[in-house]
């Protein structure tokens, strides 16, 4: 979330809607997902504010600008009579995602991003009703998620979390017992899902030492919907997780970025295309909507 014009986002509403309309002319769904930069942003993001976080820890990150990556810029501590403003801007998200024509919405809780700073105790030190015990450190992530199952029903929201990731600089000194209270806690409201990214993908494999990763082996114990797991799978990989029982369904991020048939590689065993890492995260078309279907690169090979 960052500082809009509202001319920009009639126009963002626009163009969402006519993506999610060519998705429901293909028989598909799609979910919006509803995410607060937090520390991770930069003045020319904020409409020259300091970004905001829990609390004011060092953090040496970069933010996406107009002129490409620059350093963030420094992040001051939310006050306790801002965030209610905060919860009440991602239920107007919710509330443009379904005027938009989404399918649904999920609540980005994860790699080091504004809800995930509150979550975890190496980036959350405050003192008040949201800052402690894990019971006030997931304050904001549950006021966040009734307030947008208040606008979808809460069978059409789910909540990502990266219980093992440091993504953004983030840490917890017990991240088992922090995210099984959040799934735990996030039963009372039979969400669509919960979506974890696995300990596997860059930003995750350097956990403190003598501490294990959090995965959705461990979770499904405790969240009593259906789990998505995310994280560097291929469809070998995705189906032997779905075969133990592990989770309901396995995401592709990347994969899906430059294989716009991958379903259908998957199922075939079909050669993917390789992904071209430094396009993502903005920039044109390139490195997202350019890469060819199967049968387009077997023609031109043949």
């Not at 937090?38 to 829990?54: C, E, K, M």
């Not at 015990?133 to 789910?158: C, H």
């Not at 300990?199 to 082996?217: D, F, I």
């Amino acid at each position: 979330m960052r500082a809009v014009r509202e001319s920009t986002k009639t126009t963002m509403f626009k163009a969402w809607k006519k993506i999610a309309d060519a998705v429901h002319a293909k028989g598909a769904r799609i979910f919006m997902q509803l995410v607060h930069d937090g520390r991770q942003s930069h003045v020319d993001l904020t409409g020259g504010t300091p970004p905001i976080a829990p609390s004011e820890v060092p953090f040496e990150g970069r933010a996406l600008t107009q002129d490409g990556w620059v350093p963030v810029s420094m992040h001051r501590a939310v006050g306790i009579e801002e965030i209610p403003a905060l919860v009440e801007a991602f239920r107007k998200g919710a509330q443009r995602a379904l005027a938009a024509g989404f399918d649904g919405v999920e609540i980005h809780s994860a790699n080091g991003y504004l809800i995930d700073t509150f979550l975890q105790d190496g980036t959350n030190k405050r003192t008040d009703a949201y800052g402690g015990p894990v019971e006030n450190r997931a304050r904001f992530l549950l006021e966040v998620t009734e307030a947008v199952s208040s606008v979808w029903g809460a069978d059409r929201v789910g909540v990502r979390v990266s219980p093992s990731g440091q993504w953004g600089e983030i840490s917890d000194s017990n991240p088992e017992a922090t995210f099984g209270y959040v799934a735990t806690q996030l039963n009372r409201f039979g969400l669509a899902y919960l979506h974890i990214i696995e300990p596997r993908v860059k930003g995750v494999e350097t956990l403190h030492e003598g501490q294990a990763p959090v995965a959705s082996v461990f979770l499904r114990k405790l969240f009593k919907g259906p789990i998505i797991a995310a994280g560097g799978f291929d469809g070998d990989g995705a189906e032997a997780l779905l075969q133990k029982g592990d989770a309901d369904l396995v995401a592709f991020g990347r994969w899906f970025a430059s294989n716009p048939d991958l379903p259908k590689r998957l199922k075939y065993g079909l050669p993917l295309n390789g992904y071209d890492r430094s396009a993502f995260w903005g920039g044109t078309e390139k490195g997202y909507t350019d890469y060819p279907f199967y049968e387009d690169e077997a023609m031109a090979c043949a």
